[in-house]
């Protein structure tokens, strides 16, 4: 079963700064992994998404997240975070494509502090 | 632009009574539509899958008689919940499967159940 664990639940970090956001995998096969961002009483937005090529993958917003096999990994970072990147971000797993039904992580809810 | 839309936003329903919301693709037609719910501070757990013109398939421990999904068009699932209580309030959010595409979500829909 495909499964994915965002280890953090809330980071605060201070405008300016730079962020990673941790999330581990377990899938069976070729994984397809997103990150979603999810502004309070929104919906998802797609940050960014790996399919297969290169593990560096540029998203919107200045996002970028590395796929990492060998520790069954898909971190998500940004530089320098912008006070309008307070959200909620999820980390998804997925098959076909990733047209399939993804399994999201619980979550890391970011704060930004000025 | 949105190419899933959702509606409606927020719905504040008295318990007992059933909630229609409905999604859809806006400028393509899906096959597949995917329903999620999502409790506060919480991930979002599959639902269901909706299938155009068959019938929907359900994740374990869903009850198939209270969410009632239909997927009549290529362009428009739905999904009522029936006999709603207090317990169904949250937030639901669909997505539907574009072709050589991510999924894309709709905004979600606030059920408040009084």
Known sequence: AQSVTQPDIHITVSEGASLELRCNYSYGATPYLFWYVQSPGQGLQLLLKYFSGDTLVQGIKGFEAEFKRSQSSFNLRKPSVHWSDAAEYFCAVGGGFGNEKLTFGTGTRLTIIP | ?114
């Open chain 2, 1 to 114: 632009g949105a190419v899933v839309s959702q509606h409606p936003s927020r719905v504040i329903c008295k318990s007992g009574t059933s909630v229609k919301i409905e999604c859809r693709s806006l400028d393509f037609q899906a096959t597949t539509m995917f329903w999620y719910r999502q409790f506060p501070k919480q991930s979002l757990m599959l639902m269901a899958t909706s299938n155009e013109g068959s019938k929907a398939t359900y994740e374990q421990g869903v009850e198939k008689d209270k969410f009632l999904i239909n997927h009549a068009s290529l362009t428009l699932s739905t999904l009522t919940v029936t006999s709603a209580h207090p317990e169904d309030s949250s937030f639901y959010i669909c997505s539907a499967r574009r072709p050589d595409s991510p999924l894309h979500f709709g905004n979600g829909t606030r059920l408040t159940v009084t």
